[in-house]
């Protein structure tokens, strides 16, 4: 009878002790680290690139505290395309900052980006004119240069901003490389009006308006040239000039003549 009275004690004590490590152990569980993107693998396999996985950032919540030497802020500051995410906060898991890129618009261009449908490229095009003409969709932003077969050439370019349009048909009467810049008088009036002043004359460079070629359209002030603002291509931006990024405008000046007919429409 003793024996079974200390065998039932003992049994006790064991489970008493279980269930208190038991307790123990779940009382301060090892901590989940989820990932803020784990779509991203197997949705860029089903979509391509074109499909761009979502990253939903947690709840408010404090700032960590950072090595000032390497605060997230400061690169943020010095790329505006870069935002801070904080990583969703898992069980006992600490936030992490993670650098993300924001997703640029496509259209319409920002500083240093052109849409790439601006870019130049070898087209179908069907139309009456001559090979070697150069044809200018003002409206959809493109510059056609007609080759054989039903074939174009097609670079983007800037236009005429709204009260500047115009249509026609000239041939290119001078070409320029480099060209100085001389606003005609009525720009000049009309820019000071508005608080900006321009120069009365501009020395040919890569701050020049015109760019790196020009390409003067009969007696008129109007010309096809290069720019320095290679973001507005595919805009309505100008006085009337066609422009066209440098690297475009000089790949055209090296495959048309000064006699070429050019339609602007």
Request: proline share 9%; glycine share 8%.
């Amino acid at each position: 009878m003793m024996k079974q009275c200390i065998l039932f004690a003992v049994g006790a004590l064991s489970l008493l002790a279980s269930s208190a490590f038991a307790d123990d152990r779940y009382q301060s569980r090892p901590p989940v680290i989820v990932s803020p993107d784990l779509t991203a693998p197997w949705v860029m396999q089903l979509g391509g690139a074109s499909v761009q996985p979502a990253v939903y950032p947690g709840r408010p919540m404090a700032r960590q505290a950072v090595n000032p030497m390497n605060d997230p802020a400061d690169s943020q500051a010095a790329n505006p395309q870069v935002r801070r995410v904080v990583q969703p906060r898992g069980l006992f898991s600490r936030p992490v900052v993670q650098q993300v890129a924001v997703v640029r618009p496509q259209y319409p261009a920002v500083h240093g980006q052109i849409d790439p449908q601006f870019l130049p490229q070898i087209v179908d095009y069907q139309t009456k004119e001559r090979p070697g003409t150069i044809v200018i969709d003002t409206n959809d932003r493109f510059l056609y240069l007609v080759m054989d077969g039903g074939k174009a050439r097609r670079y983007g370019v800037g236009v005429g901003k709204p009260g500047f349009e115009w249509a026609g048909a000239h041939t290119i009467t001078r070409k320029q490389e480099w060209p100085d810049w001389t606003p005609p008088s009525e720009m000049l009036s009309r820019e000071a009006a508005k608080g900006h002043y321009l120069p009365a004359h501009m020395e040919g460079g890569e701050a020049n308006p015109l760019g790196a070629r020009a390409m003067y359209l009969g007696s008129t002030l109007y010309r096809i040239h290069g720019t320095n603002a290679p973001w507005t291509i595919g805009n309505a931006v100008s006085s009337g000039c066609i422009r066209l990024r440098n690297e475009d405008v000089i790949d055209l000046y090296n495959r048309v003549k000064v006699g070429t007919r050019v339609i602007v429409m």
